[in-house]
Nanobody, 131 residues
Framework: QLTLMESGGGWVQPGDSLNMSCAVR????????VGWFHQAPGQGRDAICG????????YYPDTKTGRFSVFKNPDRGTVDLHIADLQSGDTGVYYC????????????????????????WGKGTQVVVSS
């Protein structure tokens, strides 16, 4: 069982950068991935990036390269998201989520990161990008 909790959201201006953290607690014997998801107002949850629990593999969908960076912080037990050059379209709720995988899974496949496949979810943190 894993519990996840996001922090670091808030109000920011266009062009700002923002760091958010996902605290991952609990223990599972399996390999798992942790992903960050963005839910714009009235929209579904889209994967932004993700990491694998046991190694340095990362995932970024083709539409989310450049401004988004994900890091594991083992000392704090967090998966951190950095967003640069925030834009109005980045407004929304940011969630982190996790699911169990097998090592041989292709983590570059978007299917692995569909929100419906995630088993554990945080409650989300709100980000508003506005001048």
């Amino acid at each position: 069982q894993l519990t996840l909790m996001e922090s670091g959201g808030g109000w920011v201006q266009p062009g700002d950068s923002l760091n958010m953290s996902c605290a991952v607690r609990g223990a599972v014997r399996d390999i798992y991935v942790v992903g960050w998801f963005h839910q714009a107002p009235g929209q579904g949850r889209d994967a932004i990036c993700g990491v694998v629990s046991i190694d340095e593999r990362t995932y970024y969908p083709d539409t989310k390269t450049g401004r988004f960076s994900v890091f594991k912080n083992p000392d704090r037990g967090t998966v951190d998201l950095h967003i640069a050059d925030l834009q109005s379209g980045d407004t929304g709720v940011y969630y982190c989520a996790a699911r169990i995988i097998y090592y041989e899974y292709d983590i570059s496949s978007p299917n692995l990161w569909r929100s419906g496949t995630m088993r554990f979810w945080g409650k989300g943190t709100q980000v508003v990008v506005s001048s």
